[in-house]
């Protein structure tokens, strides 16, 4: 699952930094950058300091990917486990085999959550290139909503659910095994 969603999410960033260079010639030389809730911009930048900043702004969002190899080996080392929070952790890190499913579940959670992210960056590269060219107001769009619950839910949910998937120690201990 991870290989396809690197993928997703390498086609993505690609799809945006792609957007960014198609467009950019596109763009008049002072571009919204600020909207409020109906949709009118009420900020400003230069052509140029929006490159910039857009494409800063790709690379922080998605730069947890690149990095969250070396950081989970760091946190999941010896005497680096007392900065991990995670359900079990006792339990998870003891065996080889539970902690590359622990690493396996929460790179799942960061590149979905990094691939729901950068959909909302696209949408809102949408709303100022559709301002920019047209100067008509773009309202915001149910679904950037949609997405942004997505990724707050889903990386708050899914790795409590697949972590405590498997019995632990806690469960046990509270006689709540329920099973599945």
């Not at 995670?86 to 085999?97: A, V």
């Not at 960056?121 to 008509?136: C, D, N, P």
Request: avoid cysteine; charged fraction near 10%; charge should be positive.
């Amino acid at each position: 699952m991870n290989r396809f969603l690197r993928l997703a999410w390498a086609l993505m960033v690609l799809i945006l930094v792609g957007s960014l260079l198609w467009t950019i010639d596109d763009l008049p030389n002072r571009i919204p950058t600020h909207f409020n809730g109906a949709g009118a911009p009420n900020g400003w930048s230069s052509k140029s300091t929006f490159f910039w900043t857009w494409l800063l702004t790709i690379a922080v969002a998605n730069i947890w990917v690149v990095v969250f190899p070396w950081l989970s080996r760091w946190l999941t080392s010896e005497k680096n486990r007392k900065y991990l929070s995670m359900p079990n952790k006792d339990h998870w890190l003891s065996d080889p085999e539970l902690r590359a499913y622990a690493m396996r579940v929460l790179e799942t959670t960061f590149l979905v959550t990094i691939i729901l992210s950068d959909v909302i960056l696209m949408m809102a590269f949408r709303s100022i290139y559709g301002y920019s060219t047209t100067h008509v107001p773009h309202p915001i769009h149910w679904s950037l909503f949609v997405f942004l619950g997505a990724a707050v839910v889903f990386a708050l949910v899914y790795p409590l659910m697949a972590l405590r998937k498997t019995a632990g120690p806690a469960s046990s201990q509270t006689g709540g095994a329920s099973g599945g």
